[in-house]
C-alpha cells in the first residue's frame, strides 16, 4: 500500500454580489493527506467547490443576490509524512477585491494546476515553531459548516499569515 502524504493547499474563494461583482475574496490555507499531487489537487477543488454558496443579502429594505465561488487553487504543497494529526482547516481570512470583475465571470479553477509556494517546506517557511502549533491547532470556521473557530490571539494570526506571505 502507497503511504499517504501530507499536502498543503491554499484555496480562494470569491464573493460576488448580482449587478456589483466580487465584493472581496476568501481564502482557507488546509492540510490533509493524499497519494499523490494529481490527488491532492483534486482533494483541494473538492474542498474549494464544498466552500461554494449562494443566497440572498438584504441590506436596507433591498434585497440583493450573493454567491461565494471558488476561484482557485493557489498554492498545493508537498509537505511529507511526518506530520501525525489530521487537521482540516489551518487559517481562514478575507481579502478586499482590488481588481473589478463581473458577477457573470465563470471562474475556472480546475484549468490551471497550482505551483508549489516557497513555503511549502517542512520544518521551514511558515511551518516551523509558533506557526506550525497554530495551524495545527486551528479549528474550521462557520463559514464552512462547522462550529465557530476557536480564539486565537491576533498576533499569532498576523505571523501565520506574515510568515506565509499572505499580508
Keep these: ?14 464573493q460576488m454580489v448580482k449587478g456589483g461583482g466580487v465584493r472581496h475574496w476568501e481564502e482557507g490555507l488546509y492540510l490533509f493527506r493524499s497519494k499523490d499531487r494529481e490527488s491532492a489537487f483534486r482533494r483541494a477543488l473538492e474542498i474549494g467547490e464544498g466552500g461554494q454558496s449562494g443566497g440572498e443579502e438584504e441590506i436596507s429594505r433591498r434585497t440583493r443576490w450573493v454567491e461565494t465561488r471558488l476561484a482557485e487553487v493557489v498554492t498545493l504543497d508537498h509537505l511529507g509524512e511526518e506530520l501525525e494529526e489530521d487537521p482540516l482547516e489551518v ?9 473589478k470583475i463581473g458577477f457573470d465571470h465563470n471562474f475556472e479553477p480546475a484549468n490551471r494546476v497550482p505551483a508549489a509556494s516557497r513555503y511549502g517546506l517542512v520544518g521551514g517557511g511558515c511551518f516551523g515553531g509558533a506557526a506550525l502549533r497554530f495551524a495545527l491547532s486551528a479549528r474550521p470556521t462557520a ?25
Aim: no cysteine; charged share 20%; aromatic share 16%.
Design 1 to 14: 500500500m502507497k503511504a499517504r502524504h501530507w499536502y498543503q493547499a491554499r484555496i480562494r474563494w470569491a
Design 91 to 99: 487559517h481562514w481570512m478575507v481579502l478586499p477585491a482590488t481588481e
Design 143 to 167: 463559514s464552512q459548516g462547522f462550529a465557530a473557530a476557536g480564539s486565537s490571539k491576533t498576533w499569532e494570526r498576523r505571523y501565520f499569515a506574515k510568515t506565509a506571505g499572505i499580508i
